[in-house]
Every structure is written in C-alpha cells, then in structure tokens.
C-alpha cells in the first residue's frame, strides 16, 4: 500500500510539472492576435422570417505559442439575429469561454441569420458583432452583416382572372404559379419572382412580363446569399424549375427578362402554328442544367437577346414556325463535357414527324465550346417539310456551300482568328461563373449583320444604340 501511494505521488507531481509545461506554452502577451479569414461576413441579401443556410470562416493562431480565448459573445446577446457556434458550441444569448487554439492552429465558426420580418417592402441592414477577448484581455472583432428582404409568398397559387403582380417586393414561390386558362398575369418593369426548388411558371393562358433595360423581369431561385465565399448560389444551376408554356397557350410577350439558373428555362409545348405562342424580346435565358429554350411545334419569336450556357441544349427545335433576330446562342456550360450544343432542330423525335415550317436565323451569333454547335436532324421522309435559313449569322459549324439555306453569312473555322470565347470580352471568369456575352472588337460579329435587319432592333439588349453596320448578336460592340 505504501508502495501505491508513492507511485500516486510520483504520478500526481508528474501531472502537476506536465500541466504547468503546459501552462507556460500558452502566450498571455498583448501582441499576440488571432487572424480571421473574413473580418467582416457579408450574407448579402437574404429573406426576412427565414434562417439561412450555414456559413463558415477561419480563425487562425499564427504564433508559435496557443491562444487561449477566455470569451466570445454576439454584442446584441439574445437580441442578435445571428446565430454562431464556435469550436462546438453555441453562441447567442450567452457568452463561452476556455476556448484553446494550438499554436499555429485554427478552430472554425460556423453561422446563419434569421431575421425578423418587419413587413416592409426596402431591405432593412441587419448587423452584429461576434467579439473574441484572448486571456491577455484582448477584444478582437468580426463583424455580421446581411440585408433582411421580406417577400410576399405564394403557395399553390393558380390565378384564374387577370392579375398584375406588384413591384414593391418579391414574391417567394412554393410549388408552382399556375395561370389558368383564359386569365392573363401582368408582370412590369421590377417584378421579382423567386422560386422555391423545382417550383415552375406553367402558363395555360397568357403571361405578358414586360421590364425595361435597367428594370427587366426576374425569374430565379429563391436561395440567395453565397455558397460560399464569393460564390452566389444565383450562379448556380438548377435553383429552381422553369417556365412552362402550355399547349393552349397563345399571345405571350416576355421583354427584358431575365431568366437564370434553373432546371430549365423556357419549354414552349406543341400548339397551333396559325398563332404566336411567344414573343420573346430583350431578353436573357442562362444556366440551366436542361434545355434553355425548347420548342415544340409552335409559333415563336425570338428577337435581341441572350439564350446561353445549357446542360441539354441552348435552342432546342422540333418542328414550327420559328424565327431569330438579332440573337446570341453560345453554349459555354462549364459543369459538364457532355452538354448539348448550342442549337438543334429537328422535323423528327422517333417515330413521330414534326414538319418544320421555318427555322429562321438573321443576323444571329451561334457558338460554343465545341467545334460544331449546330445539329440537325431531319426525318428520311423527304416529305416532312424542313425548311431553315441563315442570313448574315456567324456559325460555329462544319462550312458547306449552300446558297439557298445559308446567306452572307460567317464561320468559325481554322481560317479565322477570333473563334468560340474568344468572340467575347472580357473573358470569362469560369472560378465565380461569370459569363460576358458582350464582342471583342476582334470578332467577326463585329459589323456582320445585315442593316435592313438591323432595324428591327435600333438598339442591342443592353439599349445600346447600333452603327450603320449592325453587329451579329444581341450586343453591338460600343467603339
């Protein structure tokens, strides 16, 4: 026994000298300072009454000796919007405290806000301060930020009579909007419609969404904020569903909208050809994991405007009358290798025959990654009609002579200089999925299009006014 309580001393004495080694690792110098990834933590813009998804950042010791942190605290307390939890627990409405991080080490905080929903429709700034006090009593600063946005929201909404919707805030959209047949849905200038995932726009009767060059349309996900650092999930495929129009749908205008980032964009189901199912203007369909803009049998417009970067294809055709002015299709889609092309269209899906009354393309860009953006596809029926033509466009294709389907009209090949991105400028930013569709003063579209043509649209996408010499595409080159 005598001999176990020597062995206990011996090991009680050597925990003791251990612990105060440990002790004198640890700096209580005033100089030393933790380092924060982010000093300030920006969430953007986010929705009012509804928690955020989670956020992280670093907190570094770059000293050669542990920091020991004595508390942390939110400033509001309870009253924060933020909440955050560091190295495992919690911090809201207390303070922790005996936090260690190692010498050259990290710990990470992790955070999400939920504001409270004043009901007002400008964004109301929300703001915090998380505060770190090391045990040399020194108080360091992160600083919480956001824009609290409420919104109005919809769920399961049909609108079965004409309706315009405001602009005074967004509307959230659970499940689908649905507009029934024989009722109209205005939307002006500013109207802002996010969508919850997979939510749709389907269209059974009329949809009228005019916006203007510096107020369009929107039509997005209802994810707002970053994934992470620098990264919106607005650039990110796929937030939300699309836009459904019907098969009895007919009269339909969408000028200066924009249209991103869902599962598709717009899907124009079969019809009557005697009647324009749509008129698409001014307008940008971008970044979708599906089809951008698929056409089934219908009567469509397509003038100014920016149809880009598709997981299946930018322009999809089957059968009807169809027609481009002044256009930009470029499939850039940077997630996968196996993307569709920028254009195809087709009289035939199986066994089934589409005639093709017209695919018309005028003064229109067409490119992408691939060396040949176009595919047709025609039924070995000679007598399904499949009619198409290209005038004053620039092709990224295989070059054919022919006379009667392609006119005045340019290529992307090994003879030119400027081919795919390299039309655009500046470059793309592929790390922040950035995408300018706009000329380089090197590209062939510069000074391309056909004049008479040109004047359908005096001005580009943008309200840019265009030369004497049209650019081929939705944006004119400003010199």
């Known amino acids: 026994m005598k001999f176990l309580l020597q062995l206990l001393g011996v090991a009680l004495c050597a925990v003791g000298l251990i612990s105060c080694l440990r002790d004198d690792e640890y700096t209580t110098d005033a100089s030393a300072r933790l380092f924060f990834a982010e000093e300030k933590v920006d969430l953007d813009t986010i929705i009012a009454g509804q928690a955020t998804n989670t956020y992280s950042f670093m907190v570094y010791n770059k000293n050669a000796q542990a920091i020991r942190i004595s508390q942390v605290y939110l400033e509001k307390g309870a009253n924060s919007p933020f909440y955050v939890n560091v190295d495992g627990s919690s911090v809201h409405s207390t303070s922790i405290a005996g936090i260690e991080i190692g010498a050259e080490d990290s710990l990470r905080v992790f955070l999400f806000a939920n504001a409270t929903d004043t009901n007002k429709d400008a964004p109301e700034e929300i703001s915090d301060r998380l505060v770190f006090v ?64 997979t939510a ?17 349309v929107l039509f997005r996900g209802d994810r707002l904020g970053n994934m992470f650092a620098g990264q919106p999930y607005d650039r990110i495929l796929a937030q939300w569903g699309g836009i459904v129009i019907a098969g009895n749908s007919y009269g339909n205008h969408l000028n200066f909208c924009d249209i991103h980032s869902g599962e598709f964009g717009l899907r124009v189901d079969s019809g009557s050809i005697t009647q324009e199912k749509l008129r698409l203007e001014n307008s940008i369909v971008h970044n979708v994991s599906g089809d951008a803009l698929s056409l089934t049998m219908s009567k469509v417009f397509v003038g100014n405007s920016q149809i880009t970067n598709a997981g299946g294809h930018c322009v999809a055709i089957l059968g009807g009358d169809n027609e481009f002015v002044q256009t930009t299709i470029a499939n850039f889609y940077p997630f996968s290798a196996n993307r569709g092309v920028a254009l195809k269209y087709s009289n035939v899906h199986g066994a089934t025959t589409y005639p093709l009354l017209s695919a018309t393309f005028r003064n229109t860009l067409i490119t992408g990654y691939s060396t040949d953006e176009i595919q047709a596809e025609f039924s070995e029926d000679k007598s399904v009609t499949f009619n198409y033509l290209y005038q004053n466009c620039l092709l990224n294709t295989k070059e054919v002579e022919d006379g009667s389907h392609i006119v005045n009209s340019l290529w992307e090949n090994d003879k030119a200089v400027v081919t795919r991105e390299k039309n655009f400028a500046p470059s793309f930013d592929l790390e922040k999925l950035l995408f300018n569709f706009t000329l380089s003063e090197s590209s062939q579209a510069v000074d391309g299009g056909d004049v008479t043509i040109g004047l359908q649209y005096p001005t580009d996408r943008q309200g840019r006014a265009r030369d004497n010499k049209p650019d081929i595409g939705c944006y004119e080159l400003i010199k």
């Open 134 to 197: 090391t045990e040399a009593g020194i108080q360091q600063f992160v600083t919480l930020e956001a824009d609290a946005q409420s919104v109005y929201k919809l769920k399961g909404e049909v609108i079965t009579s004409d309706k315009t919707l405001l602009t005074t805030r967004p509307y959230q959209i659970y499940d689908s909007l649905v507009v029934a047949e024989g009722a109209t849905l205005t939307l002006n200038a500013g109207t802002r419609l996010y969508f919850h995932p």
């Open 200 to 216: 749709r726009l389907i269209v059974r009767g009329r949809l009228v969404a005019v916006g203007s060059a510096d107020s369009p």
